[in-house]
């Protein structure tokens, strides 16, 4: 089960995610622990990580959008088909290495998602085409918990 900021996470992170998170280890084998390791308010929220900036670079995906007849999908997630925004996605570094090894990942892996709107006009007007990260829009965190 993945958990963003205490709820209970019912879709992927945007695709980008959901590929990582379908290699999540099974809990029961035997795993290295990771460096950085998710931390809890008393309420059991999710504490938000520091520093994921430097963490492994996942990937990116642009406009990247759910079926709305999907039992699991939200109205939210159904909404963001209509405004393009980037995905960029990190992992932490102890985790993706363990991953390269095993080919799946440890529990407790901690995915960060970087929202950014998708802009096409810089101030320098330098650009003559295509699409880079534009402001961060929001920023979203979850881990693999199946003890959770």
């Keep these: 089960m993945l958990l963003v900021f205490g709820r209970r996470w019912r879709s992927s992170l945007c695709g980008c995610a959901a590929l990582v998170c379908a290699s999540v280890a099974d809990p029961t084998q035997g795993q290295t622990p990771s460096s950085v390791e998710p931390q809890y308010a008393a309420n059991g929220d999710l504490l938000f990580p520091n520093g994921f900036e430097t963490w492994i670079f996942v990937g990116s995906n642009l406009g990247l959008s759910?079926?709305?007849d999907l039992p699991v999908t939200t109205l939210a997630e159904s909404a963001r088909a209509s405004t393009q925004f980037f995905h960029n996605v990190y992992v932490v570094?102890?985790?993706?290495?363990?991953f390269l090894v095993n080919k799946v990942f440890p529990e407790k892996t901690i995915l960060v998602m970087e929202v950014h709107a998708?802009?096409?006009?810089?101030p320098s007007n330098v650009i003559a085409s295509g699409l880079y990260n534009g402001k961060r829009v929001g920023v979203e965190a979850a881990v693999s918990a199946a003890s959770r």
């Design 66 to 68: 759910y079926r709305s």
């Design 93 to 98: 570094p102890d985790a993706y290495s363990y």
């Design 118 to 122: 998708a802009a096409d006009k810089e």
